[in-house]
């Protein structure tokens, strides 16, 4: 989402089945603990732990996470 810490164009390496169309709907919005990587030094991604649980959050909870998250920004 735009406002995040991260750009809304890099890649994302998650579990599969945060893909599941019928689990998930496209536009889903997910919580994820997700750290910044280059494999090999090709193209940044973000890569979030499979095992880690699945966090949906409704697109009001998605705004304000954000808009709580840029007041602790430095």
């Known amino acids: 989402m735009p406002g995040q810490a991260f750009s809304s164009t890099l890649m994302v390496q998650c579990a599969r ?3 599941d169309a019928e689990r998930y709907p496209a ?6 603990s997700a750290k910044l990587t280059d494999r090999l030094q090709g193209t940044p991604f973000l890569y979030a732990y499979h095992g880690d649980p699945d966090v949906v959050l409704s697109a009001t909870e998605a705004k304000a996470f954000l808009a709580e ?3 602790g920004r430095i």
């Open 17 to 19: 089945r945060l893909r």
């Open 27 to 32: 536009g889903t919005c997910f919580l994820l």
């Open 69 to 71: 998250f840029r007041r």
